[in-house]
T-cell receptor
Framework: NAGVTQTPKFQVLKTGQSMTLQCAQDMNHEYMSWYRQDPGMGLRLIHYSVGAGITDQGEVPNGYNVSRSTTEDFPLRLLSAAPSQTSVYFC?????????????FGEGSRLTVL | TQLLEQSPQFLSIQEGENLTVYCNSSSVFSSLQWYRQEPGEGPVLLVTVVTGGEVKKLKRLTFQFGDARKDSSLHITAAQPGDTGLYLCAGEMGAGNNRKLIWGLGTSLAVNP
């Protein structure tokens, strides 16, 4: 079982560049989310979706966009990368339409912004 | 202000030792989850505790939810190198569509052979 798949695993960007982190899940989960993980800050929720066509902001949404056109995919777009967005990004999904069920995480995407 | 405090932040022990990790808050949670994250991987759920005073065992790991549902502990007996990783707790707060998870910063555990 693939579970939650994130691409790319590593990416280096220059300030001002844009990019999309891809996330796909094959478990037919309703809920999908994006977190960033930084030393001393823990996991922080960026955006989430409770189903296709529905997205909402988490606690640190600025500088990021998301869309949910299908149940399977939940891409995260960085519009104009900044050094403060250097982080490890995790996509997570859950069977239920709420954020507090068991979360299945991808392996992470390590982003460096120069 | 961190709503969910984990301690200790770092722990390095020898194989075979016992250890306890704590997750404390002044807030009440409707449930609490424990995850383990290995280097280069995403967190993986270990257990969810729901009832105040609940104790759950997973082989050598024992999880307890405080009576007041404000704190939790994870006890590992006879630690092994395979237990090495970052242990995260996450508490559920709110109701209905306003439910959310509050994450602790984690305890980084190293078990040396």
């Amino acid at each position: 079982n693939a579970g939650v798949t994130q691409t790319p695993k590593f990416q280096v960007l220059k300030t001002g560049q844009s990019m999309t982190l891809q996330c796909a899940q094959d478990m037919n989960h309703e809920y999908m989310s994006w977190y960033r993980q930084d030393p001393g800050m823990g996991l922080r929720l960026i955006h989430y979706s409770v189903g296709a066509g529905i997205t909402d902001q988490g606690e640190v949404p600025n500088g990021y966009n998301v869309s949910r056109s299908t149940t399977e995919d939940f891409p995260l777009r960085l519009l104009s990368a900044a050094p403060s967005q250097t982080s490890v990004y995790f996509c997570a999904s859950s069977l239920n339409r709420v954020s507090t069920g068991e979360l299945f995480f991808g392996e992470g995407s390590r982003l460096t912004v120069l | 202000t961190q709503l969910l405090e984990q301690s200790p932040q770092f722990l390095s022990i020898q194989e075979g030792e016992n250890l306890t990790v704590y997750c404390n808050s002044s807030s009440v949670f409707s449930s609490l989850q424990w995850y383990r994250q290995e280097p280069g991987e995403g967190p993986v759920l270990l257990v969810t505790v729901v009832t105040g005073g609940e104790v759950k065992k997973l082989k050598r790991l024992t999880f307890q939810f405080g009576d007041a549902r404000k704190d939790s502990s994870l006890h590992i007996t006879a630690a092994q190198p395979g237990d090495t990783g970052l242990y995260l707790c996450a508490g559920e707060m709110g109701a209905g569509n306003n439910r959310k998870l509050i994450w602790g910063l984690g305890t980084s555990l190293a078990v040396n052979p």
